[in-house]
């Protein structure tokens, strides 16, 4: 079975400063997708990037962008110029991509970002 | 995410009641995942429906917990008789038939006492 682990339970980054999440998973599989989720207090889950592990290139959206190191099974999430609307609890999900899309998601505990101004 | 709703958003009951739950996904959206979150579990799959057909429902106490999805525009989560450890926010999650992105609804944040 797939395990997905957050090592940080808590972190701390100061505004406009760079911070990084670290993710780690455990598979034997070698197509899947991993995600990371963003929920601020009001606990909606908001998408904040993809990843397809067949791609070699790490995705980059905005002030987001990953470090996915597939043999290592490691998958971080960089915050570049941390604003306080990115205080939340963040997850990092895995999904299995065998036998097509469509399944579900293995989440991690959760690591939650606090933003000092 | 505009793409699903879910009510109700609060819902406060005493053990033993029936609590239903709802989940509207936008048209197109062909496959439904309801997951629960708890503070001491984190988030947790219960059961998922592709074009309507339960396909995993083995994370559900099925004594208790029922998902149907009656058509392409609602799903239910049910549980009857509800308990005090049933308390924890409900999650239904669409995933477009093209796309390999979940998308979440608001939340349910049932409390049962």
């Known amino acids: 079975a797939q395990t997905v682990t957050q090592s940080q339970p808590e972190m701390s980054v100061q505004e406009a400063e760079t911070v990084t999440l670290s993710c780690t998973y455990d598979t034997s599989e070698s197509d899947y997708y991993l995600f990371w989720y963003k929920q601020p207090p009001s606990r909606q889950m908001i998408l904040v990037i993809r990843q397809e592990a067949y791609k070699q290139q790490n995705a980059t959206e905005n002030r987001f962008s990953v470090n996915f190191q597939k043999a290592a099974k490691s998958f971080s999430l960089k915050i570049s110029d941390s604003q306080l609307g990115d205080a939340a609890m963040y997850f990092c999900a895995y999904r299995s991509a065998v036998g097509g899309s469509q399944g579900n998601l293995i989440f991690g505990k959760g690591t939650k970002l606090s933003v000092k101004p | 995410d505009a793409r699903v709703t879910q009510t109700p958003r609060h819902k406060v009951t005493e053990m033993g009641q029936e609590v239903t739950m709802r989940c509207q996904p936008i048209l197109g959206h062909n496959t439904v995942f309801w997951y629960r979150q708890t503070m001491m579990q984190g988030l947790e799959l219960l059961a998922y429906f592709r074009n309507r057909a339960p396909l995993d429902d083995s994370g559900m106490p099925k004594d208790r917990f029922s998902a149907e999805m009656p058509d392409a525009t609602l799903a239910t989560l049910k549980i009857q008789p509800s308990e005090p450890r049933d308390s924890a926010v409900y999650f239904c999650?669409?995933?477009?038939?093209?796309?390999?992105?979940?998308?979440f609804g608001p939340g349910t944040r049932l409390t049962v006492l």
């Open positions: 999650a669409i995933s477009p038939e093209s796309l390999d992105t979940q998308y």
